[in-house]
């Protein structure tokens, strides 16, 4: 009877094994480099809106665009560029692009800086920053309520800049504040907060 189960035990650690070895070899053929799935019927839904919108893609169409009269009106509103370069708080938001370009921006060699700091970008990259962005002290509410008490009468964050780290839950990428870093959604916090609140919201 042991004999028995050792015989199935050992054939199912194989058929595991060559599963596994199977899942590899499938993954590695996989570009990583490939786009999402998710992203090519995205960018079809795309394209139809924008062919039955009011604009095509030229300037003079373009140019046709009315500014809305609550922004004519509203005087006073607020931009935010807040973001895992917001870690090492240096320079500017354009931290993840300059740590590798060993040039001077605006006075200030963010490249050498990150050595000097982090260590080689070899070993300390732009994604290691993202643990470290934890939002533990953001309040959407209470940003909302500073907003509105300054005057301001909208309120503009970024919601994704140029380093490709959504701070909402982005169905294209694993690589979001929603499962990552602060695990969780800032924008739609902060919109809901703003809304609440009577103020403009724009991403």
């Not at 058929?15 to 499938?26: F, I, K």
């Not at 959407?140 to 964050?157: C, E, T």
Request: glycine letters at 8%; one cysteine or more.
């Amino acid at each position: 009877m042991r004999r028995h189960q050792t015989r199935i035990a050992v054939s199912l650690a194989m058929l595991l094994g060559m599963a596994a070895t199977s899942a590899v070899a499938q993954d590695a053929s996989v570009d990583p480099l490939a786009p999402h799935p998710a992203v090519g019927p995205a960018i079809q839904k795309i394209d139809a809106t924008i062919a039955e919108g009011p604009f095509q893609a030229n300037w003079d169409s373009l140019g046709k665009y009315q500014i809305p009269q609550w922004y004519e009106d509203a005087k006073f509103g607020i931009f935010i560029h807040w973001g895992a370069y917001s870690v090492p708080a240096f320079g500017s938001e354009w931290y993840p692009r300059q740590m590798y370009i060993d040039t001077e921006r605006r006075g200030d060699n963010f490249f050498q800086h990150h050595i000097d700091t982090y260590g080689p970008q070899s070993k300390f990259g732009y994604k290691d920053f993202i643990p470290k962005f934890k939002a533990e002290k953001f309040d959407a509410n209470q940003w909302a309520d500073l907003f509105k008490d300054s005057g301001a009468r909208y309120i503009v964050p970024v919601a994704e800049h140029h380093d490709g780290f959504p701070m909402y839950e982005c169905r294209y990428t694993d690589w979001d504040a929603s499962k990552m870093g602060p695990r969780r959604d800032i924008i739609d916090e902060l919109q809901k907060a703003a809304r609440s609140r009577g103020l403009k919201f724009g991403v």
